[in-house]
């Protein structure tokens, strides 16, 4: 069975910096893209990033391009989510899927005016 760990979330100023992890086990990792999700309180879950079994491929949501990156380590199973410049907009509970379909427990981000 595919399990999907997030790690990272906190507390952070606006224009602060975070870095989300999301650990798989149970799965060849690196045949399966990844992707981050957040859910703000009230509000339906949406896609951040997303990345190819390789890497090569990245696509981001409009709302977040130019601030978060996508990364992978194939050898580790771990995907990662750089957040630069954060707002507090960006509040939300992150989730990482695996494109299998399991989903991690989620990690808190928030961030504060």
């Known amino acids: 069975q595919v399990q999907v760990v997030e790690s990272g979330g906190g507390l952070v100023h606006t224009g602060g910096s975070l870095r989300l992890s999301c650990t798989v086990s149970?799965?060849?990792?690196?045949?399966?893209?990844m992707g981050w999700y957040r859910q703000a309180p009230g509000k339906q879950r949406e896609l951040v990033a997303a990345?190819?079994?390789?890497?090569?491929?990245?696509n981001f949501a409009d709302s977040v391009k130019g601030r978060f990156t996508i990364s992978r380590d194939n050898a580790k199973n771990t995907v990662y989510l750089q957040m630069n410049s954060l707002k507090p907009e960006d509040t939300a509970v992150y989730f990482c899927?695996?494109?299998?379909?399991?989903w991690g427990q989620g990690t808190q981000v928030t961030v504060s005016s």
């Open positions: 149970g799965s060849r990792f690196s045949f399966n893209a």
């Open positions: 990345i190819s079994g390789g890497g090569g491929v990245t």
């Open positions: 899927r695996h494109d299998s379909g399991y």
